[in-house]
């Protein structure tokens, strides 16, 4: 009589990664982020709100390869940049991209809530902080009052990695109607040095000229290099453009 043999039902694979993403909903829910939270769960969870149920582990790992495992470089990236990373759409792309500007809109509301005192070095500290690491060049302008307090930081214009277009009519309109009676102007040079260039100390001198006409204190332009700074106005070479008043 031929032996018969006993078969045993297929047992289903497991995914290794089956739960993950509750896992790890559950888990920032629970503990929230800091500093020493991975950088691929922080963009597993922005993920999270643009790709509805399925998993952002492998996306998140490739958004990091991409940026030269960066999460500063993901975050600062444009929106056509994070769409080269394949599985990134454009919706996936531009909630990337409005994060930080969220964060500075918090950031720009909570400091005229609560009006803090700058002095020049903490004002330029805190425009330093708008755009260290920025990938594009940016000009941010900080408002005071006659006592020092915040009345508005106004991102005045983005331009490309080149150069950004200001305006001297344009800050000028900002300024009156605002109601400051001191400014500090502060940009980045991405890819170039915390050095002014031969365009940034003229228009300094045009723009002290121009808020000198309407009784406002050019206190200061700050030039920023990824973590390296440069004030103007420290510098012996260009501290006389902003003793006009």
């Known amino acids: ?7 045993t039902p ?3 694979k497991q995914n290794p990664h089956e739960g993950h993403r509750k896992r790890v909903w559950q888990e920032l829910a629970r503990m929230g982020i800091d500093e020493d939270t991975h950088p691929h769960k922080v963009l597993e969870l922005v993920l999270f709100f643009t790709i509805p149920r ?4 492998v996306l998140a790992h490739n958004l990091l390869s991409y940026f030269n495992n960066s999460f500063v470089d993901v975050m600062e990236a444009s929106v056509e ?8 759409s454009e919706y996936s792309a531009v909630h990337i991209k409005s994060i930080l500007d969220v964060a500075r809109y918090y950031q720009n509301k909570k400091a005229k809530a609560e009006k803090p005192i700058f002095s020049r070095k903490s004002g330029s500290a805190y425009l330093v902080s708008m755009l260290t690491d920025a990938r594009v060049e940016k000009a941010y302008m900080l408002c005071l009052d006659n006592a020092n307090r915040f009345l508005a930081c106004t991102k005045l214009s983005e331009g490309d990695e080149l150069s ?3 305006s001297t009519r344009k800050i000028i309109e900002k300024v009156t109607k605002i109601g400051a009676t001191q400014v500090i ?3 980045n040079h991405p890819r170039g040095a915390a050095v002014p260039s031969k365009q940034d100390i003229q228009f300094t001198s045009k723009l002290a000229s121009a808020l000198s006409g309407i009784g406002v ?9 990824e973590h390296d700074y440069v004030s103007m106005r420290d510098s012996s070479e260009y501290a006389l453009l902003f003793k006009i008043l």
């Open 217 to 225: 204190v050019f206190s200061d332009h700050i030039i920023v290099a």
């Open 164 to 166: 950004v277009a200001l």
């Open 185 to 187: 102007l502060a940009h």
């Open 10 to 12: 297929n047992k289903k």
């Open 1 to 7: 009589m031929a032996e018969v043999k006993k078969t």
């Open 54 to 57: 399925k998993d952002t582990n």
């Open 81 to 88: 940049q994070l769409m080269e990373v394949p599985g990134i």
